[in-house]
């Protein structure tokens, strides 16, 4: 069946380091790919999202492209601030269907 | 924000009773999902519906119903909790786009914590 596999967490930088958290998928056809955070006490909130192959989400100076032939869709930023300390979850959608599968979840603290 | 309000925020409750979870969504959205959230798994899906009084199950829906009467509310009833029900419970929207997928953004109510003693 369709699922999603993330790193492991959690992770801890200093504040201006780079994030790399690492997502894979199984998936029949072509989904579409999302990365959702949770900010403390908060639901999930849609962060970038990309629908085909080579398509590059980015939103608040996160990107991830969407890699068919490795089936991933790692989430990077260049210079992470303590705002981005959350936890961050990838997701697909089948495009044939409407249910979401997600993946366990990384939690990222950054440290001053 | 999108307009979707759980109740209640918190319960605990003892083993063997009934619960039920409301959401309340002010967007007319057509789908509604409820998802748990535990530690080392993630969300993982219970129920959704994809209009008034069509729901399916999802991958964790055992000892879970649902019901759906009107658009704007998705109930989620457990008929008798047990302790491995404990979870944070979420509520979220989308929308329909005219080719009859949802628009593949998820909004999220702010969850339910359950705990069953």
């Known amino acids: 069946g369709d699922s999603v596999t993330q790193m492991e967490g959690p992770v801890t930088l200093s504040e201006e380091a780079f994030l790399t958290i690492n997502c894979t998928y199984t998936a029949t056809g072509y989904p579409s790919l999302f990365w959702y955070v949770q900010y403390p006490g908060e639901g999930l909130q849609l962060l970038l999202k990309a629908t085909k192959a080579d398509d590059k989400g980015s939103n608040k100076g996160f990107e991830a492209t969407y890699r068919k032939e490795t089936t991933s869709f790692h989430l990077e930023k260049g210079s992470v601030q303590v705002s981005d300390s959350a936890v961050y979850f990838c997701?697909?959608?089948?495009?044939?269907?409407?249910?979401?599968?997600f993946g366990t979840g990384t939690s990222l603290t950054v440290i001053p | 924000d999108a307009g979707i309000t759980q109740s209640p925020r918190h319960k605990v409750t003892e083993t063997g009773t009934p619960v039920t979870l409301r959401c309340h969504q002010t967007e007319n959205h057509r789908y509604m999902y409820w998802y748990r959230q535990d530690p080392g798994h993630g969300l993982r899906l219970i129920h959704y519906?994809?209009?008034?009084?069509?729901?399916d199950k999802g991958e964790v829906s055992d000892g879970y119903s649902v019901s759906r009467s009107k658009t704007e509310d998705f109930l989620l009833t457990l008929e008798s909790a047990t302790s491995s029900q404990t979870s944070v419970y979420f509520c979220?929207?989308?929308?329909?786009?005219?080719?009859?997928?949802?628009?593949?953004?998820?909004?999220f109510g702010e969850g339910s914590r359950l705990t069953v003693l």
């Open positions: 519906s994809y209009g008034v009084k069509d729901t």
């Open positions: 979220a929207i989308s929308e329909r786009l005219a080719g009859g997928q949802n628009t593949g953004e998820l909004f």
């Open positions: 997701a697909l959608r089948r495009n044939t269907g409407n249910q979401f599968y």
